[in-house]
């Protein structure tokens, strides 16, 4: 099993994206992307209410409907993003007043920003190490050892 940056642990499901399974933060079940996404923004939504979420707040009928719509919501985010990039852009400050999903006018600018970034980080660490270069006709360096104990009294008589 893999761990997303998170610590929870992603099922084996493969490599397609929507198919990643995420441990639920309000429950004991394991939850797709866009469910994890969408709990992660009702978490957001709640404590700028100064709301606690209790667990499986998706049944009470405040959430239910909310919750259904943005995972609807986020899975049209999750065609175009990386789900560690919209993790990633739900952490930052800016996002303090997110309220939903649909918001693009909010969320895109750093959801560019932070796809830029995954790439980058994707990019460099897909890239060969540089080889290091010698000169044909360098020779090795010459091997200094350590003189011992005794061949330094030796040395000395």
């Known amino acids: 099993m893999d761990r997303n940056h998170f610590g929870h642990t992603l099922g084996k ?20 992307a866009a469910q994890y996404l969408t709990e992660c923004l009702c978490w957001l939504v709640a404590k700028q209410d100064k709301k606690e979420l209790p667990e499986k707040f998706w049944k009470q009928p405040y959430w239910s409907k909310f919750f259904r ?13 990386d789900v560690d990039v919209i993790i990633s852009s739900l952490k930052d400050r800016r996002m303090w007043g997110l309220k939903s999903f649909g918001a693009k006018f909010k969320l895109e600018p750093v959801l560019k920003e932070k796809q830029k970034q ?7 660490a897909s890239a060969k190490p540089p080889t290091p270069k010698f000169r044909v006709n360098q020779k090795p360096r010459n091997r200094q050892a350590k003189k011992s104990v005794i061949n330094r009294l030796k040395e000395l008589e």
């Not at 499901?13 to 797709?32: A, D, E, I, Q, R």
């Open 69 to 81: 719509r943005q995972v609807g919501l986020a899975n049209a985010l999750l065609k175009e993003y």
């Open 118 to 124: 995954f790439d980058l980080k994707r990019k460099n």
């Open 13 to 32: 499901s493969g490599p397609k994206l929507m198919s990643k399974k995420f441990k639920s933060l309000y429950s004991n079940s394991k939850v797709t």
